[in-house]
């Protein structure tokens, strides 16, 4: 167990729809990632956010968004869903003593019908 | 534009030997590099991290090299045992992006 949780587990819904995936971190750690994993893509890093502020972007589609609160627990909010966003999506945290090494959560895998 | 390449999809080797596996890179020179395993369905777990000026890294029967001039690195697994089958991922910062991550090797351990 990473100690970072994901919520839900699983997520099925339809094409154009918007959906919230929830992210606690490591107790400690200030630094949250997302990530989306499909079978042909691999792991492809999406944004990340330190102690609530946006520290680095990468290939995340202007559909998709996210915030990191105060409590530190962040969301990625995913609107008009396609077929082609259905993957796992995983969080990850990275604290002030190690903070290169990033823990990952559990996941949500995301079903678009 | 960097690439990381991890050598196979699959390997599969008999329990008790070694596994080997590659990463290699091209257009960057990360500082250091890292390497995750994942299990089907959950999320990657890290195990180490080398550094540029490391040119090797142990921790119980996990051995990673990291060679700046080739740019590669391998992983090395000991004495194998079936619980050690998953799928390996190197990783390394590039640019803005905190870790890039290849595609994985999925190793297969037969006893």
């Known amino acids: 167990d990473s100690g970072v949780t994901q919520t839900p587990k699983h997520l099925i819904t339809a094409t154009g729809q918007r959906v919230t995936l929830r992210c606690s971190p490591r107790s400690g750690d200030l630094s949250v990632y997302w990530y989306q994993q499909s079978l042909d893509q691999g792991l492809q890093f999406l944004i990340q956010?330190?102690?609530?502020?946006?520290?680095a972007k990468g290939n995340i589609l202007e559909r998709f968004s996210a915030q990191q609160f105060p409590d530190l627990h962040s969301e990625l909010n995913l609107s008009s869903l396609e077929l082609g966003d259905s993957a796992l999506y995983f969080c990850?945290?990275?604290?002030?003593?190690?903070?290169?090494?990033?823990?990952f959560g559990p996941g949500t895998r995301l079903t678009v019908t | 534009s960097q690439k990381i390449e991890q050598n196979s999809e699959a390997l599969n080797i008999q329990e008790g030997k070694t596994a080997t596996l590659t990463c290699n890179y091209t257009?960057?020179?990360?500082?250091?590099l890292q390497w995750y395993r994942q299990d089907p369905g959950r999320g990657p777990v890290f195990l180490l991290l080398i550094r540029e000026n490391e040119k090797e890294k142990r921790k119980e029967r996990l051995k990673v090299t990291f060679d700046t001039t080739l740019k590669q690195s391998l992983f090395h697994i000991t004495a194998s045992q079936p619980a050690d089958s998953a799928t390996y991922l190197c990783a390394f910062p590039s640019g803005n992006t905190p870790l890039v991550f290849g595609k994985g090797t999925r190793l297969s351990v037969i006893a």
């Open positions: 257009n960057y020179s990360p500082a250091y």
């Open positions: 990850a945290s990275s604290g002030p003593r190690n903070p290169y090494e990033q823990y």
């Open positions: 956010y330190y102690n609530g502020e946006e520290r």
